[in-house]
Antibody, heavy 122, light 107 residues
Framework: QVQLVQSGAEVKKPGASVKVSCKAS????????MHWVRQAPGQGLEWMGW????????NYAQKFQGWVTMTRDTSISTAYMELSRLRSDDTAVYYC???????????????WGQGTLVTVSS | SYVLTQPPSVSVAPGQTARITCGGN??????VHWYQQKPGQAPVLVVY???DRPSGIPERFSGSNSGNTATLTISRVEAGDEADYYC??????????FGGGTKLTVL
């Protein structure tokens, strides 16, 4: 069965960077785009961008351009999201989510990781 | 950028029908997807492409989309349906767009 397992919670200081991993199993990792979505405490869902695990190509939401980097390691079926220059309002749960449909960039998300809480605090 | 608007909250008695709306400019021309999120859990897809249900989602969940409003309808509401619900579309210029979410309360 399809599973997305994310790395554990992180506590970071303002100005630092964080890298969250998302290990995929149960399907062909390179066949499906992977997206990242975040949710601040008590707030809604916010789309951050996607990575094409096959080519490594990326597309970031305008808000995150210049300070988010999405990468992947196909040898271990893992996607990564790195956010730099962290601020307190980056405190959120970060989710990876697989897009339904082979080689489709944007559609709906059929599988989600369990979420990774990133806390930014001095 | 494309904006989706949802009511912050909807309340319904058990056994009744809940309707959660999602407004957007000419949203009827887009495919709308709906997620259910319970506290401390990741979102779960409950309706995709306006009105289709993933396997395992009860028939009580249905969707429609026309004009400037999409609607998620939950029939015969149960206590276990209490959750936050989010609509989502894919916009060619904005990318993934989520509504602000609606908290469904079962009275």
């Amino acid at each position: 069965q399809v599973q997305l397992v994310q790395s554990g919670a992180e506590v970071k200081k303002p100005g630092a960077s964080v890298k969250v991993s998302c290990k995929a199993s149960g399907y062909t990792f390179t066949g499906y785009y992977m997206h990242w979505v975040r949710q601040a405490p008590g707030q809604g869902l916010e789309w951050m961008g996607w990575i094409n695990p096959n080519s490594g190509g990326t597309n970031y939401a305008q808000k995150f351009q210049g300070w988010v980097t999405m990468t992947r390691d196909t040898s271990i079926s893992t996607a990564y999201m790195e956010l730099s220059r962290l601020r307190s309002d980056d405190t959120a749960v970060y989710y990876c989510a697989r897009v339904a449909g082979i080689a489709v960039a944007g559609k709906y998300f059929d599988y989600w990781g369990q979420g990774t809480l990133v806390t930014v605090s001095s | 950028s494309y904006v989706l608007t949802q009511p912050p909250s909807v309340s319904v008695a058990p056994g009744q029908t809940a309707r959660i709306t999602c407004g957007g400019n000419n949203i009827g021309s887009k495919s709308v997807h709906w997620y259910q999120q319970k506290p401390g859990q990741a979102p779960v897809l409950v309706v995709y492409d306006d009105s289709d249900r993933p396997s395992g989602i009860p028939e009580r969940f249905s969707g429609s989309n026309s004009g400037n409003t999409a609607t998620l309808t939950i029939s015969r509401v149960e206590a276990g349906d209490e959750a936050d619900y989010y609509c989502q579309v894919w916009d060619s210029s904005s990318g993934g767009v989520f509504g602000g979410g609606t908290k469904l309360t079962v009275l």
